[in-house]
């Protein structure tokens, strides 16, 4: 399995632009992690789902932050309008159960002017 | 302040050195996670502990989990270069009062660095 995708690996864009992150879980993996990671505050989990249904977004900043999962093989995160404190690096992971491993993709590096 | 806390948060050592990486949580432990991150690439998973007094160990890696004292320590054996990197825990825990429903939190993360 070529593990977690997620595209682009590098995003710049200004203020206010509409930014759209993307994610191909592992084959199988019934739980889908979107998390945001930064010096400050290390790694959020910002919302999970499951079968392809949100289960705790208790973590999205705010509604400037969306998340969709319209199936098992793909998922979105979508900020709009961006801001500069929304700079971070945003990873996606998947796993087979809730409390089972969690394997990471590489990673989006998310740079807002 | 952190729900699990990390210590060092960094950490310099010589080649062929041993070292300890320690997680603690505020909360009771379900579950501890250990994954190692290398700059401008994801975590890659080292090992999952779950239960009181488990340790296990990979190549010179060894993890311990003290479900007692709610902490893990992860012990580096005669550190190589290959080992440089940033470790960070994940803890699942269950948040009481909120229907017993799971959470992952994690540190903040150490930051090792082998001299050669």
């Known amino acids: 399995d070529a593990g977690v995708i997620q595209s682009p690996r590098h995003e710049v864009t200004e203020m206010g632009q509409e930014v759209t992150l993307r994610c191909k879980p592992i084959?199988?993996?019934?739980?889908l992690f979107w998390y945001r990671q930064t010096m400050m505050r290390g790694l959020e989990l910002l919302i999970y789902?499951?079968?392809?249904?949100?289960?705790?977004d208790s973590g999205m900043p705010e509604d400037r932050f969306s998340a969709k999962m319209p199936n098992a093989s793909f998922s979105t995160l979508k900020i709009q309008p961006s801001e500069p404190r929304d700079s971070a690096v945003y990873f996606c992971?998947?796993?087979?159960?809730?409390?089972?491993?969690?394997?990471f993709g590489p990673g989006t590096r998310l740079t807002v002017l | 302040s952190q729900e699990l806390e990390q210590s060092p948060q960094s950490l310099i050592v010589q080649e062929g050195k041993n070292l300890t990486i320690n997680c603690t949580s505020s909360?009771?432990?379900?579950?501890l996670y250990w994954y190692k991150q290398k700059y401008g690439e994801g975590l890659i998973f080292l090992m999952m502990?779950?239960?009181g007094g488990e340790e296990k160990s990979h190549e010179k890696i060894t993890a311990k989990l003290d479900e007692k004292k709610q902490q893990s320590s992860l012990h580096i054996t005669a550190s190589q270069p290959s080992h440089a990197g940033i470790y960070l825990c994940?803890?699942?825990?269950?948040?009481?009062?909120?229907?017993?429903?799971?959470?992952?939190?994690w540190g903040l993360g150490t930051s090792l660095a082998v001299n050669p």
């Open positions: 502990l779950q239960k």
């Open positions: 909360k009771t432990l379900y579950g």
């Open positions: 789902f499951n079968n392809n249904v949100p289960i705790d």
């Open positions: 994940g803890a699942d825990i269950r948040v009481v009062g909120d229907g017993n429903n799971r959470k992952l939190i």
């Open positions: 084959s199988g993996h019934d739980y």
């Open positions: 992971a998947s796993s087979l159960a809730i409390t089972d491993t969690q394997y």
